[in-house]
């Protein structure tokens, strides 16, 4: 080896390669940030969000205020909370095991699935 030549060790090249790297991903995930950026919110998109939330707050609270049917076929009604809070405070107060068995009853009634439609018969049958 010759004194003028300077030595470089292999630390040195990994240090280099892992650094330009780092930079690498670094420079894609500025541009990505960059070209990713979704557009901003105007004045008329906001008022429109707002709107939309006022419209939503009010027909949740409606909802919670006014009795309804959901299904009136399964006999499914929505009450008010108060209501609903002295069904249960007067039929559990009474017999707390008919009322479970009663509520278990209501439940599977709700979401029990309709039948489904007959197969049509293949035309060599």
Known sequence: MNADTPQTSPRMAYAVGILGAFLIIAAL?????R???PAGIDAVRAAARATALA????AE???LRTPAWIDQAKSVARLRV?????I???E????????RSNLIDR???ATAVPPKAPAKPSEFE
Do not use: C
């Open 61 to 63: 609270a409606e909802a």
């Open 82 to 86: 108060e209501d609903a809070m002295n």
């Open 35 to 37: 070209y990713t950026k």
């Open 88 to 90: 249960v405070e007067r």
């Open 92 to 99: 559990w107060g009474k017999d707390p095991v008919a009322a």
């Open 107 to 109: 439940v599977v009634k």
């Open 55 to 58: 419209e939503l707050r009010g």
């Open 29 to 33: 995930v500025m541009l990505m940030q």
